[in-house]
Protein backbone atom coordinates (compact mmCIF):
# COMPACT_ATOMS: atom_id res chain seq x y z
CA UNK A 1 0.00 0.00 0.00
CA UNK A 2 1.02 3.27 -1.21
CA UNK A 3 1.43 6.34 1.73
CA UNK A 4 0.67 9.32 0.23
CA UNK A 5 1.58 13.05 2.23
CA UNK A 6 -0.38 16.02 1.41
CA UNK A 7 1.37 18.87 2.73
CA UNK A 8 -0.67 20.81 0.63
CA UNK A 9 -3.72 22.65 2.46
CA UNK A 10 -6.62 21.05 0.50
CA UNK A 11 -10.31 21.66 0.99
CA UNK A 12 -13.11 18.49 1.32
CA UNK A 13 -13.81 18.40 -2.54
CA UNK A 14 -9.94 18.44 -3.49
CA UNK A 15 -9.07 15.62 -1.16
CA UNK A 16 -12.07 13.42 -2.64
CA UNK A 17 -10.03 13.96 -6.32
CA UNK A 18 -7.09 12.90 -5.07
CA UNK A 19 -8.18 10.11 -2.67
CA UNK A 20 -10.65 8.94 -6.04
CA UNK A 21 -7.06 8.89 -8.06
CA UNK A 22 -5.20 6.82 -5.06
CA UNK A 23 -7.48 4.46 -4.45
CA UNK A 24 -6.34 2.09 -1.33
CA UNK A 25 -3.65 4.40 -0.63
CA UNK A 26 -3.08 5.92 2.44
CA UNK A 27 -3.67 9.63 2.90
CA UNK A 28 -1.70 11.46 5.58
CA UNK A 29 -2.79 14.76 5.55
CA UNK A 30 0.04 17.41 7.25
CA UNK A 31 0.51 21.36 6.69
CA UNK A 32 2.80 22.03 9.55
CA UNK A 33 6.54 21.54 8.56
CA UNK A 34 7.65 20.90 12.03
CA UNK A 35 5.29 17.67 11.87
CA UNK A 36 5.97 17.02 7.94
CA UNK A 37 9.68 16.23 8.76
CA UNK A 38 9.11 13.21 10.09
CA UNK A 39 6.22 11.72 7.86
CA UNK A 40 8.52 11.82 5.23
CA UNK A 41 10.60 8.87 5.11
CA UNK A 42 7.18 6.90 5.49
CA UNK A 43 5.81 8.73 2.06
CA UNK A 44 5.43 6.90 -1.40
CA UNK A 45 4.17 10.15 -2.86
CA UNK A 46 4.38 13.55 -1.75
CA UNK A 47 1.87 15.92 -2.65
CA UNK A 48 3.02 19.79 -2.31
CA UNK A 49 6.72 21.79 -1.65
CA UNK A 50 8.69 20.01 1.36
CA UNK A 51 11.52 21.82 2.78
CA UNK A 52 14.17 20.35 0.27
CA UNK A 53 16.64 19.96 3.55
CA UNK A 54 13.83 17.33 5.30
CA UNK A 55 13.72 14.96 2.33
CA UNK A 56 17.52 13.30 2.68
CA UNK A 57 16.87 11.60 -0.75
CA UNK A 58 13.76 9.21 0.86
CA UNK A 59 14.52 6.23 -1.29
CA UNK A 60 11.17 5.08 -0.39
CA UNK A 61 9.88 8.23 -2.51
CA UNK A 62 8.52 7.43 -5.71
CA UNK A 63 6.96 10.16 -6.72
CA UNK A 64 7.36 14.40 -5.53
CA UNK A 65 4.41 16.40 -6.96
CA UNK A 66 5.72 19.75 -6.65
CA UNK A 67 2.86 22.65 -5.94
CA UNK A 68 4.97 25.42 -7.74
CA UNK A 69 5.98 25.85 -11.34
CA UNK A 70 9.66 26.73 -10.05
CA UNK A 71 12.13 23.53 -9.08
CA UNK A 72 14.27 25.91 -7.63
CA UNK A 73 16.54 23.38 -5.34
CA UNK A 74 14.78 20.24 -6.06
CA UNK A 75 17.09 19.07 -8.67
CA UNK A 76 20.10 19.86 -6.67
CA UNK A 77 22.23 17.30 -6.01
CA UNK A 78 21.33 14.60 -2.67
CA UNK A 79 18.27 16.60 -2.36
CA UNK A 80 15.84 13.25 -4.31
CA UNK A 81 16.79 10.13 -4.45
CA UNK A 82 17.35 8.74 -8.02
CA UNK A 83 14.13 6.53 -8.09
CA UNK A 84 12.11 9.85 -7.31
CA UNK A 85 10.13 11.36 -10.42
CA UNK A 86 9.64 15.18 -9.79
CA UNK A 87 6.78 16.82 -11.26
CA UNK A 88 6.07 20.06 -10.75
CA UNK A 89 2.41 22.66 -11.32
CA UNK A 90 3.64 23.69 -14.54
CA UNK A 91 -0.01 25.32 -16.15
CA UNK A 92 -1.68 25.81 -12.93
CA UNK A 93 -0.29 29.48 -12.70
CA UNK A 94 -0.85 29.88 -16.06
CA UNK A 95 -4.38 32.08 -15.58
CA UNK A 96 -3.49 34.10 -12.78
CA UNK A 97 0.25 35.02 -13.57
CA UNK A 98 -0.70 35.82 -17.60
CA UNK A 99 -3.58 37.82 -16.21
CA UNK A 100 -1.02 39.18 -13.28
CA UNK A 101 1.98 40.16 -16.03
CA UNK A 102 -1.59 42.18 -18.34
CA UNK A 103 -2.69 44.28 -15.71
CA UNK A 104 1.02 44.90 -14.91
CA UNK A 105 1.68 45.93 -19.01
CA UNK A 106 -1.58 47.96 -19.23
CA UNK A 107 -0.43 49.77 -15.68
CA UNK A 108 2.83 50.74 -16.73
CA UNK A 109 1.18 52.09 -20.50
CA UNK A 110 -1.26 54.30 -19.21
CA UNK A 111 0.86 55.98 -16.53
CA UNK A 112 -1.53 54.65 -13.69
CA UNK A 113 0.92 54.21 -11.24
CA UNK A 114 1.82 58.10 -11.91
CA UNK A 115 -1.74 58.89 -11.07
CA UNK A 116 -2.22 56.58 -8.28
CA UNK A 117 0.80 58.84 -6.66
CA UNK A 118 -0.74 62.47 -7.91
CA UNK A 119 -4.14 61.07 -6.63
CA UNK A 120 -2.19 60.57 -2.55
CA UNK A 121 -1.41 64.24 -3.55
CA UNK A 122 -4.64 65.39 -4.46
CA UNK A 123 -3.59 66.68 -7.48
CA UNK A 124 -5.29 66.23 -10.99
CA UNK A 125 -3.07 66.43 -13.89
CA UNK A 126 -2.77 65.12 -17.25
CA UNK A 127 0.58 63.21 -17.56
CA UNK A 128 0.90 63.25 -21.30
CA UNK A 129 0.75 60.66 -23.53
CA UNK A 130 -0.16 56.81 -22.67
CA UNK A 131 0.57 53.96 -25.03
CA UNK A 132 -1.58 51.31 -26.95
CA UNK A 133 -0.91 47.45 -26.49
CA UNK A 134 -2.53 47.25 -29.97
CA UNK A 135 0.27 49.64 -31.48
CA UNK A 136 2.92 47.98 -29.49
CA UNK A 137 5.60 44.85 -30.29
CA UNK A 138 5.55 42.34 -26.89
CA UNK A 139 8.75 40.15 -26.80
CA UNK A 140 7.70 37.14 -24.32
CA UNK A 141 11.06 36.31 -22.70
CA UNK A 142 10.64 32.60 -21.26
CA UNK A 143 8.22 31.57 -23.93
CA UNK A 144 6.31 28.35 -22.02
CA UNK A 145 3.15 27.75 -20.25
CA UNK A 146 2.66 31.18 -18.51
CA UNK A 147 4.13 33.33 -21.62
CA UNK A 148 1.46 31.08 -24.13
CA UNK A 149 -1.44 32.58 -22.18
CA UNK A 150 0.25 36.05 -22.23
CA UNK A 151 0.51 35.79 -25.68
CA UNK A 152 -2.91 34.89 -26.66
CA UNK A 153 -3.97 38.14 -24.32
CA UNK A 154 -1.73 40.89 -25.96
CA UNK A 155 -2.83 39.13 -29.36
CA UNK A 156 -6.20 39.41 -28.97
CA UNK A 157 -5.50 42.87 -28.20
CA UNK A 158 -4.09 43.78 -31.18
CA UNK A 159 -0.30 43.44 -30.20
CA UNK A 160 2.36 41.82 -32.65
CA UNK A 161 3.92 38.90 -30.33
CA UNK A 162 7.54 37.75 -30.42
CA UNK A 163 8.65 34.76 -28.20
CA UNK A 164 11.91 33.97 -27.19
CA UNK A 165 12.33 30.16 -25.82
CA UNK A 166 15.11 28.07 -24.87
CA UNK A 167 14.88 25.49 -27.42
CA UNK A 168 14.38 25.66 -30.99
CA UNK A 169 10.11 24.63 -31.93
CA UNK A 170 8.01 25.03 -34.44
CA UNK A 171 6.08 28.67 -34.23
CA UNK A 172 2.52 28.40 -32.75
CA UNK A 173 -0.07 30.24 -34.70
CA UNK A 174 -0.77 32.95 -31.86
CA UNK A 175 2.86 34.17 -32.49
CA UNK A 176 4.05 36.87 -35.08
CA UNK A 177 7.70 35.43 -34.20
CA UNK A 178 9.37 32.48 -32.13
CA UNK A 179 13.33 32.97 -31.97
CA UNK A 180 15.74 30.82 -29.60
CA UNK A 181 17.46 32.55 -26.48
CA UNK A 182 20.48 33.39 -28.27
CA UNK A 183 18.82 35.83 -30.82
CA UNK A 184 17.57 37.80 -27.49
CA UNK A 185 20.21 40.63 -28.34
CA UNK A 186 18.43 41.10 -31.82
CA UNK A 187 14.97 40.81 -30.49
CA UNK A 188 14.98 43.62 -27.85
CA UNK A 189 15.79 46.80 -29.78
CA UNK A 190 12.45 45.70 -31.10
CA UNK A 191 10.42 45.68 -28.16
CA UNK A 192 7.86 48.03 -26.94
CA UNK A 193 6.91 45.84 -23.75
CA UNK A 194 9.50 43.11 -22.68
CA UNK A 195 7.47 40.22 -20.64
CA UNK A 196 10.05 38.10 -18.50
CA UNK A 197 8.59 34.96 -17.12
CA UNK A 198 12.12 32.97 -16.88
CA UNK A 199 12.36 30.30 -13.99
CA UNK A 200 15.30 30.30 -11.70
CA UNK A 201 18.33 28.32 -13.22
CA UNK A 202 21.84 28.89 -13.59
CA UNK A 203 21.83 30.33 -17.40
CA UNK A 204 18.74 32.88 -16.67
CA UNK A 205 20.76 34.35 -13.38
CA UNK A 206 21.04 38.07 -14.27
CA UNK A 207 20.14 37.33 -17.80
CA UNK A 208 19.15 41.34 -17.83
CA UNK A 209 22.29 42.93 -18.04
CA UNK A 210 22.50 46.72 -18.30
CA UNK A 211 23.91 46.12 -21.29
CA UNK A 212 20.69 44.65 -22.45
CA UNK A 213 18.06 47.12 -20.87
CA UNK A 214 20.65 49.61 -23.17
CA UNK A 215 19.54 47.75 -25.66
CA UNK A 216 15.71 47.98 -25.57
CA UNK A 217 13.33 51.37 -26.48
CA UNK A 218 13.82 54.70 -24.36
CA UNK A 219 10.32 54.15 -24.14
CA UNK A 220 9.80 50.35 -23.55
CA UNK A 221 8.77 48.92 -20.44
CA UNK A 222 9.78 45.74 -18.76
CA UNK A 223 7.40 43.39 -17.34
CA UNK A 224 9.18 40.60 -14.66
CA UNK A 225 6.76 37.99 -13.62
CA UNK A 226 8.82 34.60 -13.03
CA UNK A 227 11.76 34.66 -10.96
CA UNK A 228 13.96 37.45 -9.31
CA UNK A 229 16.97 36.66 -10.19
CA UNK A 230 17.06 37.45 -13.86
CA UNK A 231 18.09 40.70 -12.55
CA UNK A 232 19.91 42.21 -9.98
CA UNK A 233 18.40 44.50 -7.51
CA UNK A 234 21.62 47.35 -8.58
CA UNK A 235 21.17 47.03 -12.35
CA UNK A 236 17.04 47.38 -12.00
CA UNK A 237 17.94 50.88 -10.20
CA UNK A 238 20.21 51.83 -11.91
CA UNK A 239 18.38 51.36 -15.24
CA UNK A 240 14.82 52.80 -13.75
CA UNK A 241 17.10 55.78 -11.79
CA UNK A 242 18.45 57.01 -15.14
CA UNK A 243 15.56 56.08 -17.37
CA UNK A 244 17.22 53.63 -19.95
CA UNK A 245 13.82 52.26 -20.16
CA UNK A 246 10.13 54.26 -19.62
CA UNK A 247 9.18 51.92 -16.43
CA UNK A 248 9.21 48.79 -14.96
CA UNK A 249 6.90 46.55 -13.13
CA UNK A 250 8.16 43.34 -10.63
CA UNK A 251 6.73 40.51 -8.73
CA UNK A 252 9.60 38.96 -8.02
CA UNK A 253 13.05 39.79 -6.82
CA UNK A 254 16.76 38.97 -5.97
CA UNK A 255 15.94 39.25 -2.16
CA UNK A 256 11.94 38.69 -1.46
CA UNK A 257 10.59 40.18 0.57
CA UNK A 258 12.37 42.68 -0.85
CA UNK A 259 14.22 44.63 2.53
CA UNK A 260 12.46 48.06 3.85
CA UNK A 261 15.77 49.96 2.60
CA UNK A 262 15.91 48.94 -0.73
CA UNK A 263 15.99 52.11 -2.89
CA UNK A 264 13.44 50.01 -5.06
CA UNK A 265 10.82 51.04 -3.56
CA UNK A 266 11.29 54.88 -3.71
CA UNK A 267 11.41 54.51 -8.06
CA UNK A 268 8.55 56.69 -9.23
CA UNK A 269 9.09 54.14 -12.67
CA UNK A 270 9.02 50.69 -10.70
CA UNK A 271 5.66 48.97 -9.75
CA UNK A 272 6.11 46.57 -7.24
CA UNK A 273 4.01 43.65 -6.45
CA UNK A 274 5.10 41.06 -3.40
CA UNK A 275 4.94 37.77 -5.37
CA UNK A 276 1.64 37.31 -5.33
CA UNK A 277 1.17 36.75 -9.67
CA UNK A 278 0.93 33.29 -8.80
CA UNK A 279 0.30 31.31 -5.52
CA UNK A 280 -3.33 31.18 -4.77
CA UNK A 281 -4.93 34.42 -5.35
CA UNK A 282 -7.58 32.93 -7.82
CA UNK A 283 -9.91 30.70 -6.74
CA UNK A 284 -8.93 27.78 -9.62
CA UNK A 285 -5.27 27.63 -9.00
CA UNK A 286 -5.23 24.98 -6.61
CA UNK A 287 -7.91 23.06 -7.78
CA UNK A 288 -5.93 22.97 -11.05
CA UNK A 289 -2.81 21.72 -9.38
CA UNK A 290 -4.87 18.86 -7.39
CA UNK A 291 -6.06 17.96 -10.90
CA UNK A 292 -2.07 17.49 -11.53
CA UNK A 293 -1.49 15.81 -8.75
CA UNK A 294 -4.58 13.10 -9.13
CA UNK A 295 -2.92 12.45 -12.49
CA UNK A 296 0.29 12.02 -11.33
CA UNK A 297 -0.84 9.29 -8.31
CA UNK A 298 -2.52 7.50 -10.79
CA UNK A 299 0.51 7.21 -12.85
CA UNK A 300 2.49 6.28 -9.96
CA UNK A 301 -0.26 3.38 -9.63
CA UNK A 302 0.14 2.36 -13.49
CA UNK A 303 -3.06 3.64 -14.23
CA UNK A 304 -2.19 7.10 -16.09
CA UNK A 305 0.61 8.87 -17.76
CA UNK A 306 2.94 10.92 -15.83
CA UNK A 307 2.10 14.80 -16.41
CA UNK A 308 5.15 17.58 -15.66
CA UNK A 309 8.27 15.70 -15.50
CA UNK A 310 10.91 17.39 -14.66
CA UNK A 311 14.70 16.92 -16.08
CA UNK A 312 17.26 17.15 -13.35
CA UNK A 313 19.45 17.71 -16.03
CA UNK A 314 17.67 21.24 -16.70
CA UNK A 315 15.29 21.75 -14.30
CA UNK A 316 12.75 22.20 -17.19
CA UNK A 317 9.73 20.29 -18.05
CA UNK A 318 11.14 17.32 -19.90
CA UNK B 1 -16.16 79.37 -52.00
CA UNK B 2 -16.40 77.51 -48.93
CA UNK B 3 -14.81 78.82 -45.58
CA UNK B 4 -13.68 75.99 -43.53
CA UNK B 5 -12.07 77.08 -39.63
CA UNK B 6 -9.99 74.52 -38.21
CA UNK B 7 -9.84 75.13 -34.49
CA UNK B 8 -8.61 71.89 -33.76
CA UNK B 9 -4.56 71.82 -33.36
CA UNK B 10 -2.91 69.69 -36.63
CA UNK B 11 0.24 69.06 -38.05
CA UNK B 12 1.05 68.96 -41.41
CA UNK B 13 -0.28 65.48 -42.85
CA UNK B 14 -4.00 66.16 -41.17
CA UNK B 15 -3.91 69.40 -43.23
CA UNK B 16 -3.22 67.83 -45.82
CA UNK B 17 -6.17 65.23 -45.84
CA UNK B 18 -8.72 68.09 -44.82
CA UNK B 19 -7.46 70.30 -48.12
CA UNK B 20 -7.57 67.47 -50.16
CA UNK B 21 -11.37 66.79 -49.34
CA UNK B 22 -11.97 70.82 -49.27
CA UNK B 23 -10.64 71.16 -52.63
CA UNK B 24 -11.10 75.24 -53.57
CA UNK B 25 -12.47 75.69 -50.13
CA UNK B 26 -10.21 78.85 -47.99
CA UNK B 27 -8.91 77.11 -44.88
CA UNK B 28 -8.35 79.27 -41.66
CA UNK B 29 -6.30 77.50 -39.01
CA UNK B 30 -6.75 79.32 -35.78
CA UNK B 31 -6.49 77.34 -32.35
CA UNK B 32 -6.48 80.56 -30.02
CA UNK B 33 -10.05 80.84 -28.79
CA UNK B 34 -9.79 84.82 -28.28
CA UNK B 35 -9.48 84.84 -31.78
CA UNK B 36 -12.08 82.49 -33.47
CA UNK B 37 -14.84 84.31 -32.01
CA UNK B 38 -14.09 86.94 -35.02
CA UNK B 39 -13.70 84.20 -37.65
CA UNK B 40 -16.67 82.33 -36.87
CA UNK B 41 -19.16 84.15 -38.64
CA UNK B 42 -17.50 83.98 -41.31
CA UNK B 43 -17.71 79.82 -41.73
CA UNK B 44 -19.26 77.75 -43.52
CA UNK B 45 -17.92 74.50 -41.43
CA UNK B 46 -15.99 74.03 -38.58
CA UNK B 47 -13.70 71.77 -37.40
CA UNK B 48 -13.69 72.02 -33.37
CA UNK B 49 -14.99 72.45 -30.14
CA UNK B 50 -15.35 76.00 -30.44
CA UNK B 51 -17.09 77.46 -27.48
CA UNK B 52 -21.06 77.03 -27.44
CA UNK B 53 -21.55 80.56 -26.56
CA UNK B 54 -19.22 81.98 -29.13
CA UNK B 55 -21.46 80.49 -32.16
CA UNK B 56 -24.51 82.86 -31.71
CA UNK B 57 -26.72 80.23 -34.35
CA UNK B 58 -24.64 81.48 -36.98
CA UNK B 59 -26.51 81.22 -40.14
CA UNK B 60 -23.79 80.37 -42.76
CA UNK B 61 -22.86 77.58 -40.67
CA UNK B 62 -23.34 74.49 -42.65
CA UNK B 63 -21.37 71.82 -40.59
CA UNK B 64 -20.32 71.77 -36.73
CA UNK B 65 -18.13 68.83 -36.51
CA UNK B 66 -17.32 68.48 -33.16
CA UNK B 67 -13.47 66.86 -31.83
CA UNK B 68 -15.14 64.75 -29.14
CA UNK B 69 -17.88 62.04 -29.08
CA UNK B 70 -19.53 64.21 -26.37
CA UNK B 71 -21.98 66.46 -27.52
CA UNK B 72 -22.22 68.31 -24.32
CA UNK B 73 -24.17 71.33 -24.42
CA UNK B 74 -23.91 72.09 -28.17
CA UNK B 75 -27.08 70.31 -29.26
CA UNK B 76 -28.94 72.91 -26.56
CA UNK B 77 -31.61 75.65 -28.08
CA UNK B 78 -30.08 78.60 -29.61
CA UNK B 79 -26.33 77.59 -29.83
CA UNK B 80 -26.74 76.17 -33.34
CA UNK B 81 -28.58 77.27 -36.39
CA UNK B 82 -31.23 74.45 -37.69
CA UNK B 83 -29.24 74.75 -40.96
CA UNK B 84 -26.18 73.67 -39.30
CA UNK B 85 -25.42 69.81 -38.83
CA UNK B 86 -23.67 68.80 -35.91
CA UNK B 87 -21.37 65.67 -36.32
CA UNK B 88 -19.47 64.08 -33.84
CA UNK B 89 -15.91 62.18 -33.49
CA UNK B 90 -17.23 59.07 -32.38
CA UNK B 91 -15.21 56.10 -32.89
CA UNK B 92 -11.86 58.21 -32.74
CA UNK B 93 -11.62 57.70 -29.02
CA UNK B 94 -12.38 53.95 -29.10
CA UNK B 95 -9.16 52.57 -28.10
CA UNK B 96 -7.70 54.79 -26.18
CA UNK B 97 -10.45 54.77 -24.04
CA UNK B 98 -11.16 50.92 -24.11
CA UNK B 99 -7.73 50.26 -23.17
CA UNK B 100 -7.84 52.95 -20.51
CA UNK B 101 -11.14 51.04 -19.39
CA UNK B 102 -9.53 47.74 -19.39
CA UNK B 103 -6.45 49.01 -17.71
CA UNK B 104 -8.22 50.68 -15.06
CA UNK B 105 -10.25 46.94 -14.73
CA UNK B 106 -7.59 45.17 -14.66
CA UNK B 107 -5.79 47.14 -12.08
CA UNK B 108 -8.76 47.15 -9.76
CA UNK B 109 -9.17 43.25 -10.22
CA UNK B 110 -5.52 42.77 -9.25
CA UNK B 111 -5.41 45.05 -6.42
CA UNK B 112 -2.70 47.21 -7.88
CA UNK B 113 -4.03 50.24 -6.16
CA UNK B 114 -3.29 48.52 -2.75
CA UNK B 115 -0.19 47.64 -3.86
CA UNK B 116 1.32 50.92 -4.86
CA UNK B 117 0.16 52.58 -1.83
CA UNK B 118 2.01 49.70 -0.19
CA UNK B 119 4.86 50.21 -1.90
CA UNK B 120 5.15 53.98 -0.70
CA UNK B 121 5.64 53.01 2.37
CA UNK B 122 8.37 50.54 1.32
CA UNK B 123 5.73 47.31 2.48
CA UNK B 124 5.91 43.73 1.12
CA UNK B 125 2.45 42.32 1.60
CA UNK B 126 -0.03 39.59 -0.37
CA UNK B 127 -3.38 41.80 0.13
CA UNK B 128 -5.10 37.98 -0.71
CA UNK B 129 -7.44 37.09 -3.01
CA UNK B 130 -7.59 38.56 -6.54
CA UNK B 131 -10.41 38.29 -9.31
CA UNK B 132 -10.02 36.61 -12.67
CA UNK B 133 -11.15 38.78 -15.83
CA UNK B 134 -11.94 35.49 -17.70
CA UNK B 135 -14.03 34.15 -14.57
CA UNK B 136 -15.81 37.59 -14.76
CA UNK B 137 -19.12 38.83 -15.94
CA UNK B 138 -19.03 42.49 -17.04
CA UNK B 139 -21.62 44.52 -17.79
CA UNK B 140 -20.67 47.61 -19.95
CA UNK B 141 -23.23 50.54 -19.48
CA UNK B 142 -23.70 52.44 -22.90
CA UNK B 143 -22.95 49.95 -25.36
CA UNK B 144 -21.82 52.04 -28.41
CA UNK B 145 -18.63 52.20 -30.27
CA UNK B 146 -16.00 52.10 -27.53
CA UNK B 147 -18.41 49.73 -25.59
CA UNK B 148 -18.14 47.48 -28.19
CA UNK B 149 -14.27 47.53 -28.56
CA UNK B 150 -13.99 47.11 -24.72
CA UNK B 151 -16.00 44.38 -24.76
CA UNK B 152 -14.14 42.92 -27.69
CA UNK B 153 -11.15 42.57 -25.30
CA UNK B 154 -13.30 41.41 -22.44
CA UNK B 155 -14.15 38.61 -24.43
CA UNK B 156 -10.97 37.87 -26.01
CA UNK B 157 -9.90 37.39 -21.93
CA UNK B 158 -12.48 35.08 -21.09
CA UNK B 159 -15.13 37.06 -19.91
CA UNK B 160 -19.29 36.70 -19.98
CA UNK B 161 -20.58 40.06 -21.41
CA UNK B 162 -23.47 41.79 -21.46
CA UNK B 163 -23.92 45.09 -23.06
CA UNK B 164 -26.43 47.52 -21.71
CA UNK B 165 -27.68 50.35 -24.60
CA UNK B 166 -30.59 53.16 -24.99
CA UNK B 167 -32.61 50.98 -27.77
CA UNK B 168 -33.57 48.18 -29.08
CA UNK B 169 -31.31 46.34 -31.52
CA UNK B 170 -29.96 43.02 -32.44
CA UNK B 171 -27.14 41.43 -30.40
CA UNK B 172 -23.98 41.33 -32.26
CA UNK B 173 -21.75 38.49 -32.00
CA UNK B 174 -19.24 39.72 -29.33
CA UNK B 175 -22.09 39.89 -26.50
CA UNK B 176 -23.46 36.85 -24.66
CA UNK B 177 -26.51 39.51 -24.01
CA UNK B 178 -28.29 42.69 -24.91
CA UNK B 179 -30.42 44.45 -23.50
CA UNK B 180 -31.85 47.99 -23.33
CA UNK B 181 -31.49 50.65 -20.12
CA UNK B 182 -34.69 49.55 -18.89
CA UNK B 183 -33.09 46.22 -17.54
CA UNK B 184 -30.26 48.01 -15.81
CA UNK B 185 -31.80 46.89 -12.44
CA UNK B 186 -31.84 43.19 -13.49
CA UNK B 187 -28.68 42.68 -14.70
CA UNK B 188 -26.84 44.66 -12.35
CA UNK B 189 -27.10 42.18 -9.21
CA UNK B 190 -25.02 39.58 -12.02
CA UNK B 191 -22.00 42.27 -12.78
CA UNK B 192 -18.28 41.49 -11.35
CA UNK B 193 -17.51 44.69 -13.82
CA UNK B 194 -19.52 47.26 -14.30
CA UNK B 195 -18.34 49.34 -16.82
CA UNK B 196 -20.12 53.00 -17.75
CA UNK B 197 -19.71 54.64 -20.90
CA UNK B 198 -22.55 57.38 -21.04
CA UNK B 199 -22.73 60.08 -22.41
CA UNK B 200 -23.64 63.15 -20.56
CA UNK B 201 -27.92 62.91 -20.94
CA UNK B 202 -30.08 64.31 -18.93
CA UNK B 203 -31.59 60.35 -18.88
CA UNK B 204 -28.16 59.54 -17.70
CA UNK B 205 -27.74 62.34 -15.14
CA UNK B 206 -27.38 60.51 -11.80
CA UNK B 207 -27.60 57.12 -12.68
CA UNK B 208 -26.02 55.42 -10.28
CA UNK B 209 -27.84 56.02 -7.10
CA UNK B 210 -26.78 54.63 -3.60
CA UNK B 211 -29.98 51.95 -4.38
CA UNK B 212 -28.39 51.24 -7.65
CA UNK B 213 -24.87 50.52 -5.95
CA UNK B 214 -26.29 48.32 -3.36
CA UNK B 215 -27.83 46.29 -6.04
CA UNK B 216 -24.66 45.02 -7.18
CA UNK B 217 -22.24 42.28 -5.42
CA UNK B 218 -20.26 43.39 -2.57
CA UNK B 219 -17.37 41.98 -4.87
CA UNK B 220 -18.02 44.17 -7.63
CA UNK B 221 -16.08 46.99 -9.59
CA UNK B 222 -17.00 50.06 -11.20
CA UNK B 223 -15.81 52.06 -14.11
CA UNK B 224 -17.01 55.20 -15.16
CA UNK B 225 -14.86 56.03 -18.38
CA UNK B 226 -17.64 57.95 -19.55
CA UNK B 227 -18.97 61.31 -18.61
CA UNK B 228 -19.20 62.44 -14.86
CA UNK B 229 -22.85 62.92 -14.56
CA UNK B 230 -23.64 59.37 -13.96
CA UNK B 231 -23.00 59.20 -10.71
CA UNK B 232 -22.82 62.19 -8.08
CA UNK B 233 -19.57 62.55 -5.97
CA UNK B 234 -21.45 62.45 -2.78
CA UNK B 235 -22.54 59.04 -3.70
CA UNK B 236 -19.71 57.95 -5.08
CA UNK B 237 -18.36 58.85 -1.78
CA UNK B 238 -20.56 56.85 0.10
CA UNK B 239 -21.16 53.74 -1.84
CA UNK B 240 -16.96 53.75 -1.66
CA UNK B 241 -16.55 54.34 1.86
CA UNK B 242 -18.91 51.97 3.28
CA UNK B 243 -17.63 49.33 0.62
CA UNK B 244 -21.02 48.33 -0.51
CA UNK B 245 -18.70 47.04 -3.66
CA UNK B 246 -15.23 46.74 -3.38
CA UNK B 247 -13.80 49.23 -5.69
CA UNK B 248 -14.63 51.60 -8.12
CA UNK B 249 -12.29 53.88 -11.11
CA UNK B 250 -13.11 57.28 -12.45
CA UNK B 251 -11.44 59.20 -15.21
CA UNK B 252 -14.49 61.34 -14.92
CA UNK B 253 -16.49 63.27 -12.22
CA UNK B 254 -19.30 65.62 -11.85
CA UNK B 255 -16.72 68.97 -10.83
CA UNK B 256 -13.45 68.53 -13.25
CA UNK B 257 -10.97 68.86 -11.94
CA UNK B 258 -11.82 67.09 -8.99
CA UNK B 259 -11.64 70.17 -6.12
CA UNK B 260 -8.59 69.35 -4.67
CA UNK B 261 -10.45 69.47 -1.17
CA UNK B 262 -12.71 66.91 -2.72
CA UNK B 263 -13.03 63.82 0.14
CA UNK B 264 -13.05 60.92 -3.21
CA UNK B 265 -8.99 61.72 -3.11
CA UNK B 266 -8.24 59.81 -0.45
CA UNK B 267 -10.73 56.77 -0.60
CA UNK B 268 -8.24 54.22 -0.83
CA UNK B 269 -10.45 52.02 -2.71
CA UNK B 270 -11.58 54.48 -5.38
CA UNK B 271 -8.94 54.78 -8.60
CA UNK B 272 -8.17 58.47 -10.15
CA UNK B 273 -7.50 59.09 -13.40
CA UNK B 274 -7.53 63.23 -14.61
CA UNK B 275 -9.83 62.53 -17.55
CA UNK B 276 -6.94 61.16 -19.34
CA UNK B 277 -8.98 57.88 -20.86
CA UNK B 278 -9.70 59.91 -24.41
CA UNK B 279 -8.44 63.37 -25.30
CA UNK B 280 -4.76 62.70 -27.04
CA UNK B 281 -3.33 60.63 -25.50
CA UNK B 282 -2.64 57.90 -27.90
CA UNK B 283 -1.12 59.04 -31.37
CA UNK B 284 -3.78 57.90 -33.45
CA UNK B 285 -6.65 59.27 -32.13
CA UNK B 286 -6.35 62.94 -34.39
CA UNK B 287 -5.78 61.35 -36.97
CA UNK B 288 -8.78 59.34 -37.15
CA UNK B 289 -11.06 62.93 -36.16
CA UNK B 290 -9.32 64.24 -39.43
CA UNK B 291 -10.56 61.22 -41.19
CA UNK B 292 -14.51 61.59 -39.80
CA UNK B 293 -13.87 65.57 -40.43
CA UNK B 294 -12.67 65.08 -44.14
CA UNK B 295 -15.56 62.26 -44.93
CA UNK B 296 -17.81 65.53 -43.76
CA UNK B 297 -16.34 68.41 -45.44
CA UNK B 298 -17.07 65.90 -48.57
CA UNK B 299 -20.35 65.53 -48.23
CA UNK B 300 -21.08 69.17 -47.30
CA UNK B 301 -19.52 69.31 -51.17
CA UNK B 302 -21.66 67.07 -52.35
CA UNK B 303 -19.43 63.93 -52.85
CA UNK B 304 -19.79 62.13 -49.69
CA UNK B 305 -22.00 60.57 -47.32
CA UNK B 306 -22.08 62.26 -43.74
CA UNK B 307 -21.05 59.90 -40.84
CA UNK B 308 -21.67 60.49 -37.02
CA UNK B 309 -24.41 63.59 -37.63
CA UNK B 310 -26.04 64.01 -34.29
CA UNK B 311 -29.48 63.97 -33.58
CA UNK B 312 -30.72 67.53 -31.50
CA UNK B 313 -33.65 65.37 -30.08
CA UNK B 314 -31.00 63.14 -28.10
CA UNK B 315 -27.67 63.85 -28.68
CA UNK B 316 -26.95 61.45 -29.96
CA UNK B 317 -26.15 59.91 -33.34
CA UNK B 318 -28.89 59.31 -35.75
Redesign the interface.
Known sequence: MNTILVTLPVNGTQKAVLENAGENCRFLYETDSSKTEELIPEADIIIGNVPTGDIHASPKLKLLQLQSAGTDGYTAPGVLSENTILTNATGAYD??VA??G???T??L?????L??????Q??????????????STVVIVGYGSIGSLYAK?VK??GATVIGVKRRKSEKPEILDELVTMDELDNILPRADVVFSVLPNTLATRHLYTAERFAMMKPTAVFINCGRGNAVSAEVLYDVLQKKIIRAAACDVFEQ???P???PL??LENL??????AG?F????TKDKIIAIAAQNIRAVLGKDEYRNIIDFSTGYKK
Chains 1, 2 share one sequence.
Open positions: KTEHLALLMQKNFYYRDLQNHIWKDMGMAASIADMALEPLSDSWSVITPHTGHLPD
